[in-house]
């Protein structure tokens, strides 16, 4: 091969390793952020980071209405000054509970399916920390649609396919230049 050739393909690989290099010592900051949360999200009930799950006291009986486990998790939040709307419920039958979650904040309620009781109030610290992770946070204290999140994983995951493959680029194309130059 032409020495011309070779020394455009040592041009295109000088450019490529610049833009490799600027383009990830910013999303170096993003990638260590999804990491870590990663990390946190897959350890979530070993750390901690939600509340237990409690267990009825009562041997048996009937549930409490949804509605009315909605009204308990709405009273405790008003007693406390926090934003009563509630965002969902999970209910676990094995345990005879059900946990109410709110919209403007990472309070949990839990509720005895049976009896109506708190059995406890606590923050679930696993829910912000999904919220850094996908980048929603940034809605969940503004817009409260999902623009920051789509943007946010789309430009980190084109940021990390393009690091990806340049990266494998940077790998391979010295060694194709090196055998071209007959070395």
């Known amino acids: 091969m032409s020495d011309f050739k070779v020394q455009g393909k040592v041009k295109a690989l000088r450019w490529l390793r610049i833009i490799h290099k600027w383009l990830g010592i910013p999303l170096i900051v993003f990638f260590l952020l999804i990491g ?3 990390i946190l999200l897959a350890w979530k009930k070993k750390a ?31 007693k406390l000054g926090r934003d009563p709307e509630v965002d969902r419920i999970d209910i676990r039958p094995d345990k005879g509970t059900a946990k109410v979650t709110f919209k403007t904040h990472f309070t949990e309620v839990q ?37 920051a999140k789509l943007t946010y994983s789309t430009l980190i995951s084109i940021g990390l396919i393009f690091l990806a493959i340049s990266g494998f680029y940077l790998w ?3 060694k194709v230049v090196r055998r071209l130059k007959g070395k």
């Open 172 to 174: 391979y194309f010295p």
């Open 36 to 38: 870590v949360t990663s």
């Open 111 to 147: 509720v005895d399916g049976f009896s109506g009781e708190v059995l406890s109030v606590g923050t679930r610290h696993s829910d912000w920390i999904e919220k850094v992770h996908d980048g929603s946070i940034i809605d969940f204290y503004t817009t409260g649609d999902e623009g």
């Open 48 to 78: 901690e980071l939600l509340p237990p799950t409690l267990e009825t006291k009562v041997e048996s009986g009937t549930w409490i209405l949804p509605s009315q486990m909605v009204k308990i998790g709405e009273e405790e939040m008003r």
